[in-house]
């Protein structure tokens, strides 16, 4: 158990850097370490399939399709740099306690599911889905959240 909290903390201070670092290769590199490490974790848990996808796809093809949209922009000077970090670091300098308060909320809120295999009848996948991992349809729409509000910040018009 402590190798998965271990690559949780490290997926954490990835994601947080990533999003915190004005450079966009920067940000590319470390979406790939976020995958790659999600990747790792899924197969700690038996779950090499979706590794092996996750690695590949997220990590390996989106990251290449990311670099080559980076190479279309235009360099920042190393003042502009500094000025959009310190920025950047008032817009969101108490979003990781934000995301601490929120995972220690819901760490308490959610039990963990006691994870069975599927009695005979409940092979279908409605009733699997539904019934038995409704927690990780949960986490699915918490991701893809996610995914929209940071493409919508992203795509944000400033008003100056």
């Not at 998965?4 to 947080?16: N, W």
């Not at 996808?53 to 740099?81: M, P, Q, W």
């Not at 995972?103 to 996948?125: F, I, N, R, S, W």
């Not at 009733?127 to 910040?153: C, E, K, N, P």
Request: charged residues 15%; hydrophobic residues 60%.
């Amino acid at each position: 158990m402590t190798i998965e909290l271990i690559l949780l903390g490290l997926m954490l201070l990835a994601a947080v850097w990533t999003v915190m670092t004005v450079r966009l290769l920067l940000s590319v590199i470390g979406l790939a370490l976020v995958s790659a490490l999600v990747s790792v974790l899924m197969y700690r848990l038996n779950a090499p399939y979706a590794a092996v996808f996750e690695l590949s796809v997220c990590a390996g093809l989106i990251s290449v399709i990311f670099f080559v949209a980076v190479s279309f922009t235009k360099r920042l000077t190393d003042a502009d740099v500094r000025t959009l970090r310190k920025e950047r670091i008032k817009k969101t300098v108490w979003l990781p306690l934000l995301m601490a308060g929120l995972g220690l909320m819901l760490a308490k809120t959610l039990a963990p599911p006691v994870l069975e295999a599927p009695a005979q009848g409940q092979t279908d996948v409605r009733t699997v889905l539904w019934g038995l991992r409704h927690l990780d349809l949960f986490g699915q729409i918490i991701v893809l959240l996610a995914g929209a509000f940071g493409v919508v910040a992203f795509f944000k018009d400033k008003k100056k």
